[in-house]
């Protein structure tokens, strides 16, 4: 049973590019939740999604920042145009249901802006 | 205020010896779950122990324990038994809640811990 996966790994943007990163939950899983770890910090939430809904977007940058988790296939968190400022660890966790369900977390995609 | 709280930003053990990481919180709501993760120098997150505000005793996986001070309000992490392949970064985290955002997982700075041979 294949956990969380998110790709890329890492990913290398220059400033003004737009960065895509996918998450693909463990099977059976309909929650989606997408993290952002700057560097020297803990995690911080940015965004709960279920199938077609996004749930929670509170913790996500106004601007520039969008995410979406389709009918079919992985979810996608979208930075457009990233500043240097946007270089961070961003982990996808998903869970069964909603509430207190134990959320898995990805191996997260390393993002790097220059 | 915090919500969570990691006093040590970095800390020293011996192989094979026990080690306590410090953690606090902040929460006025009767319901809420602790959690610690380990994420080691390759990046992944790591689920080691998880402790709820309704239990009675305190949690414990293997060589992980979890030391819950209710009144206190602290949850501390106690690792039996170093071994070198724990040096890693350690997070505490919260979920507050019976519903509504009760999905949010809210973390601490971490504590790296650094186990000498």
């Known amino acids: 049973n294949a956990g969380v996966m998110q790709n890329p790994r890492h990913l290398v943007r220059r400033r003004g590019q737009e960065a895509r990163l996918r998450c693909s939950p463990m099977k059976g899983h309909s929650h989606v939740y997408w993290y952002r770890q700057l560097p020297e910090e803990g995690l911080k939430f940015m965004v709960y999604?279920?199938?077609?809904?996004?749930?929670?977007e509170s913790g996500m940058p106004k601007e520039r920042f969008s995410a979406e988790f389709p009918k079919e296939g992985p979810s996608i968190l979208r930075i457009q145009q990233v500043v240097r400022g946007d270089s961070a660890a961003y982990f996808c966790?998903?869970?069964f249901g909603t509430g207190l369900s134990e959320q898995y977390f990805g191996p997260g995609t390393r993002l790097t802006v220059t | 205020a915090q919500k969570i709280t990691q006093t040590q930003p970095g800390m020293f053990v011996q192989e094979k010896e026990a080690v306590t990481l410090d953690c606090t919180y902040d929460?006025?709501?009767?319901?809420?779950?602790l959690f610690w993760y380990k994420q080691p120098s390759s990046g992944e997150m790591i689920f080691l122990i998880y402790q709820g505000s309704y239990d009675q005793q305190n949690a414990t996986e293997g060589r992980y324990s979890l030391n819950f001070q209710k009144a206190r309000k602290s949850a501390n992490l106690v690792i039996s038994a170093s071994q070198l392949g724990d040096s890693a970064m350690y997070f505490c985290a919260m979920r507050e809640g019976r519903g509504g955002s009760n999905y949010k997982l809210t973390f601490g700075k971490g504590t790296l811990l650094t186990v000498n041979p």
């Open positions: 929460t006025s709501d009767p319901s809420y779950g």
């Open positions: 999604l279920q199938k077609e809904n996004i749930i929670d």
């Open positions: 966790a998903s869970s």
